[in-house]
């Protein structure tokens, strides 16, 4: 059973109704690991609904947090000496950058929240800015201040310099500079906190002192009371989220206790998860090591980044880098697809966990019969050939019985890996994919070839004249003819690279001759080994 479903199944011994949230804050642009909330979150949700439970996922922007840095892009130049201004303002009274957004949250969130449609997330979408503003946590709010002392005690006992006497568990929205940061609760009444702005360690405070109406959008709760408020709010069950807040004295540790002792709510089964790094760093909105849906579905399907999610554990760590990750994605993707539809065998008896994993991974229902599909290595060396050209892409495919009577769907599929095979080549791929065939073959080339180079070309002129290989049974088939011709394979690829492309490397040699017309090649190579 995967582990989304054991959760699932964890869940359902606690009732029949389920709220699965997630949620990030706006502080810039929001890449793949941000996706670890909600596409985890709504997986819960379709494992529930699969054992006859009602659920919903939830996805709550925290809009309404103070910007504490300049993220990147706006952080060079120009940009970042006009958003010093902004420090301490909560991100939804922030302008955008470029006019064709509404503002700084709508410009990193908007292509994340269009993206999730693509990757089959069906989740509801709360902004923190606006549930303040409806009064939705008002109630809440009140209950918090009521008991602030209660509070406090709790949280102290986690804290090694202890919140004063008189602390109150709310930040109000400063009505003269318009900062949330800055701002100290000094006393309450009715609907209204009295506070004073007295600035933080990052920003000056405007030293006005006034009073903010907590019904309707004048402040926030602080976080680690407003993670339960939340809870209460929407009823969650369940939510995923980072490790850093599952450290012993946490906000899920601090937040269970304010849950069940002040908000009189059971805190949801958590679901903790590792970061992800990209090319070895920890990805960071703030330092633009990001890597996002949309850069995503440039050169990757959608269900790759479900299968990389989901097939480890929650709690492994996941390291990303597009030039070297994806063509290992791709083939891995395809073999447990292979093995879902008993087409291959699972490597270590795996069979069960691995269709596990390949259901999970799709956005929609399973295919109902397995989908042909391109060698990734291939798709990105035959892009380079035809490029768009849909008919000459086919007939290639056809030849080297990629596609085998394909269906329109099975086109569909297969173009559209084309099309990102070129995007990944074109941005990410190391510089041995990228090729460029020489117009004649040079003197110089003729005479660098040995003869067992030569006898080898000689054998396969005759061998892909007479038969026609799939990519893959050309290239393991490369190794049998460099041991006929008495030579290393590596000198075989040389020589082929070399009759090409004039260079003694380049792309899996497989894909690169499949994807070249048969009559050029065998000229080609007829005529170095002359």
Known sequence: MHWIDQVAHALLERGKRHVVASGI???????????????????????????????EAVWYADDFDPMRRIPWPLNDGELAERYKQYFGMPYTNIPSPDPKYESFVDYFSRQFVDSLNDFGIKAKIYSGAGVYRSGLMANLIRTALERAEEIREILNKFREKPLPKGWLPFDP?????????????????????????????????????????????????????????????????????????????????????????IFRCDPPYPITYEWVSLMGKRMSSSHGVVFTLKEWLEVAEPELLRYFIFRSKSTKSKGFDPETTMPDLYDEYDMVEQVYFKKAEAPGGREEQLSSIYE???????????????????????????????????????????????????????????????????????????????????????????????????????????????????????????????????????????????????????????????????????????
């Open 25 to 55: 804050s706006i502080s810039g642009h929001i890449h793949i690991g941000h996706a670890n909330d909600v596409f985890i979150a709504d997986a819960v949700r379709r494992s529930l609904e699969g054992l006859g439970a009602e659920a």
């Open 173 to 261: 929205l400063c009505e003269n500079c318009g900062r949330i940061a800055t701002t100290k609760a000094i006393s309450w009444h009715g609907d209204r906190v009295r506070y004073w702005c007295e600035g933080t360690d990052y920003v000056a405070g405007c030293g006005h002192e006034g009073e903010a109406d907590f019904t309707a959008g004048g402040g926030k709760l602080t976080w680690r009371v407003e993670w339960p408020a939340r809870w209460k709010m929407l009823g969650v069950t369940c939510e995923p989220f980072g490790k850093d807040h599952a450290v012993v004295g946490g906000s899920y540790d601090t937040g269970k206790l304010i849950a069940e002792r």
């Open 360 to 530: 999970i991974s799709q956005t929609g229902g399973v295919p109902e019969q397995v989908p042909q599909r391109v060698p990734f290595r291939f798709a990105a060396v035959l892009g380079q050939v035809v490029g768009a050209d849909k008919e000459k892409a086919v007939e290639i495919l056809g030849k080297r019985k990629v596609l085998v009577n394909p269906t329109p769907a099975d086109v569909e599929r297969a173009m559209g890996r084309i099309s990102r095979a070129i995007n990944w080549v074109q941005k990410y791929a190391p510089e041995h994919y990228r090729f460029t065939i020489t117009p004649s073959l040079t003197d110089e080339v003729k005479k660098s070839l040995t003869a067992g180079q030569k006898k080898g070309l000689e054998q396969l002129v005759s061998d892909i004249s007479r038969q026609e290989f799939t990519p893959l049974e050309l290239h393991n088939h490369i190794y049998e003819v460099a041991k006929q011709a008495g030579i290393e394979p590596m000198e075989l690829f040389k020589a082929i690279y070399l009759a090409l492309m004039g260079r003694t490397s380049g792309p899996r040699a497989g894909a690169f001759i499949s994807a070249l017309e048969r009559d050029f090649v065998v000229k080609r190579f007829r005529e170095a080994a002359l």
